[in-house]
């Protein structure tokens, strides 16, 4: 009798690891970490390396037009849809050695995995690469997974520019990653992600399994506000238009607003523009971005509304004005459940202490959900740290978090020799 699941499945953890490291050679950073933004020539190495070892376990790597890369280990049922599991091998300009690449790697490591104890499943399994996940260089981010989804055109997309000008097609037709396949072409079963948690819970509960029950939902509000520029040493105080003081009481405005919503919610500004940024000049335009999350969309709203209602009067009340847009918006996604019991229920067979999580990081996953099943699993890292080059986890969690993701990949794939 074929089954569904294999009990005693487990992975190499070393080669799992080794595989991270030697990965992490590609696009050092300068303080142990990695710098591969998308579309550089590291990111370009990278994929290369990704290739070579994808083709040398038997897949079939395909690539669409936003330069997604798609390793296919064939099934017993030409006809079935494919079973994905993957994330981003690009970083931030000073990211960390695990994040995306533990989710793109584990996927390499469960097809290595079943070559080494031959088995096969009906579905075939991709192990996916989605491009252009952190948004550093091309705004924004979930790039790539964002057009697969409908969400972002992909015509748009391929016309964004980076701060020194040069256009994101031309950057992946200049390293060669630039694929005929047209986007979306591909059909899913469903989809995995694994990542690491990005924040602290999971280390601070002891466990090295989180099932992600949740994604939040994001809005990033540019805001510009517009005083006076006038001589620092010179203008009466009485008769300053002070647009960095407008930045202030708009700073204390989001962590306020996010304090009301506790805990479901964060907010910060992250990103500011000072002009005209002169020692002895009082700014006179502030340019920022406000970034609101939460899973709950009641929420998101509610804080948008409240940011958009109260800050013109806080800025008026000092003589500058206000105005705002959303320039980055996704609802909170809810994985499917029938997956995330999958994921509970490997990593009880498997013996790995786990606890449901929300996601507080976008990732392609959220993208995917809108049109296929999805779940996500996370591994600790430590003290919470990422989007650093100190980012860390150990091999112990990258293990135990790859195994649960397998048992969910072969269940849903199907095992038919075993």
Known sequence: MAMTHGENLTIDGARL????????????????G???????????????????????????????????????????????????????????????????????????????????????????????????????????????????????????????????GKRFGDELQRIGWKGTEPVGQRKMHAFFELHIEQGPILEQEGKPVGVVTHGQGLRWIECTVTGKGQHTGSTPMYMRRNAGRALARVTELVHEIAMQYQPNAVGAIGHVDVHPNSRNIIPEKVVFTVDFRSHVLGTLEAMVTELSETAPGLCADIGVRFKSEVVGSFDPPAFDETLVQRLRDAADRLGHGHMDVISGAGHDACRINSIYPTAMVMCPCKDGLSHNEAEEITPDWAKAATEVVMHGVVETAEITNR
Not at 17 to 32: E, K, N, S
């Open 34 to 164: 990695n710098n591969r933004q998308a579309l550089t020539d590291a990111d370009g190495e990278a994929r290369a390396l990704f290739q070579d070892w994808c083709e040398a376990a038997g897949c079939t790597v395909g690539v669409d037009e936003m330069g997604t890369m798609f390793a296919k280990r064939a099934g017993s049922d030409p006809d079935a849809l494919p079973v994905f599991v993957g994330s981003h091998l690009d970083t931030q300009p000073t990211g960390g050695k695990y994040d995306g690449v533990l989710g793109v790697l584990a996927g390499l490591e469960i097809v290595r995995t079943l070559n080494d104890l031959d088995i096969t499943t009906r579905r075939p399994i991709v192990v996916t690469n989605w491009t252009n996940e952190e948004g550093s260089r091309f705004a924004p981010a979930m790039m790539a997974s964002g057009v697969f989804a409908g969400a972002l055109d992909r015509d748009w997309v391929l016309d964004r520019v980076d701060a020194d």
């Open 17 to 32: 690891w080794q595989a991270i490291m030697d990965i992490a050679r590609i696009g050092p950073g300068v303080a142990g």
